[in-house]
């Protein structure tokens, strides 16, 4: 034993970078997703003001997405790369040997085993980690997809999708960080320090508590040689498919990236008591923040104001069907049936009235004061009463 190395490489510079690269769009992903779905909390005000408001934490949250499934694709392409070209045995199989180590350890735990399960390359704990975590990808992907372009996934499935899948991707989100600060940590920080992922070594002796197997002689993750003919010619076949493969995959993301201009978008000049969301009237995603925008004192009712608030501001352009949009204004039938777009107030949604949206727009000519704008949404979220 004497003449072994103390410590044995286990993760090559390329496993690190892509480790690091994971980990570090997934502390993004968590960080800026969990101040969105706690956004009441006053932790999450204080990291929202200070990644500098709503609209850049999404921003910062979608690039964080797009890295994540760009890792993802250099991960299939190592992995296709280890089993086809190099040869190695799949070491993230769960086998029917994971099955009796996890209770082999469970009964160690308990100090009913005086020695920890001998294990491969990966332990069981490991590779019930990396599944949770491929299974997490795709779930958070395909949610994801869902919630950046819910008109396109609309048209495909029904509405309802969209906040099963807002549930779907907060849910497992909340699990996927707990996963990992408790499982995760328990396991590289505390069980023992393991520094594996910066340096790439182990000592022997965790080799020997953890990866016994990989030890012995018939050791099977040893990587074949790496010279012969047949390895350059695999290697061949790799690098001519692979990059069109990635190439789609790449085409795919940006496909999702710019499918649709997001619905969750905030327009700029929204007063911030004013919440915006044309997707999901059920649960309206709020715009968390810390200044309010008082209500103007308008007025009760169509009659008792808020007619006469849009006879001065707007019955310019919107005076008549066949006018602006054929949106007329001036009274409140036809103010309720809308134009073009459809009914531009919608009683109890006032985040989604057109009346409230369209005057916020840095675009259109027609405005109100912020105040009046916070007043027009009270009023139809009170129900738009005529009089
Ligand atoms: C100076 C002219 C003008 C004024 C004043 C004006 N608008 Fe408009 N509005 C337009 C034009 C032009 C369009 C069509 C824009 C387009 O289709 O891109 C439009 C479209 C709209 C739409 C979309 C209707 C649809 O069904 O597509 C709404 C809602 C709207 N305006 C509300 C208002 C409100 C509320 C006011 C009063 C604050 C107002 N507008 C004042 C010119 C005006």
């Known amino acids: ?197 910066y340096d790439g070594y182990v000592s022997r002796e965790m080799m020997e508590h953890e990866h016994a197997l990989v030890l012995e002689d018939e050791n099977p993750w040893k990587p074949a040689p790496a010279t012969d003919e047949d390895f350059q010619s695999r290697r061949k076949i790799f690098l001519g498919t692979f990059p069109l493969f990635a190439a789609i995959l790449v085409v795919g993301l940006a496909f999702f990236v710019t499918a649709e201009e997001t619905a969750v978008v905030t327009p700029a000049q929204i007063p911030d008591m004013v919440e915006v969301n044309s997707y999901s009237p059920i649960d309206p995603t709020t715009i968390p923040t810390s200044i309010s925008v008082e209500p103007a004192e308008i007025g009760t009712s169509w009659e008792d104001g808020f007619g006469d608030l849009f006879q001065e501001n707007c019955s310019l352009c919107h005076a008549q069907q066949g006018g602006q949009s054929n949106l007329n204004l001036t009274n409140y039938l036809s103010a309720l049936e809308g134009g073009d777009s459809g009914p531009a107030i919608r009683p109890y949604a006032g985040g989604i009235s057109l009346v409230v949206i369209w005057p916020a727009r840095g675009d259109h000519p027609g405005k109100f004061t912020p105040g009046e704008l916070a007043a027009i949404r009270q009023w139809i979220d009170n129900g738009a009463i005529e009089n």
């Open 1 to 197: 034993m004497s003449e072994q190395p103390e410590r044995i490489l286990r993760f090559d510079i390329f496993r690190r970078i892509e480790h690091w690269t994971n980990a570090g769009s997934f502390i993004t992903l968590g960080l800026t997703g969990l101040i969105q779905k706690y956004s009441e909390a006053n932790l999450s005000q204080f990291i929202l003001n200070v990644l500098g408001g709503i609209e850049t934490v999404r921003i910062i949250h979608r690039i964080s997405a797009i890295l994540l499934v760009l890792v993802s694709i250099y991960h299939i392409g190592a992995f296709v790369y280890g089993f086809f070209v190099q040869r190695k045995p799949l070491s993230m199989i769960p086998t029917k040997e994971d099955l009796t180590n996890a209770w082999h350890s469970l009964k160690y735990n308990f100090g009913y085993e005086k020695h920890e399960p001998k294990q491969g390359f990966y332990t069981f704990e490991e590779k019930f980690e990396y599944w949770a975590l491929i299974w997490g990808t795709v779930i958070m992907g395909i949610t994801g997809f869902i919630l950046w372009n819910p008109i396109l996934s609309t048209k495909l499935l029904p509405s309802s999708f969209i906040p099963v899948a807002k549930a779907a991707h907060s849910g497992e989100a909340l699990l996927a960080v707990l996963a990992v600060l408790i499982w995760h940590m328990y396991h590289v920080f505390i069980k023992h320090f393991n520094k594996s992922m």
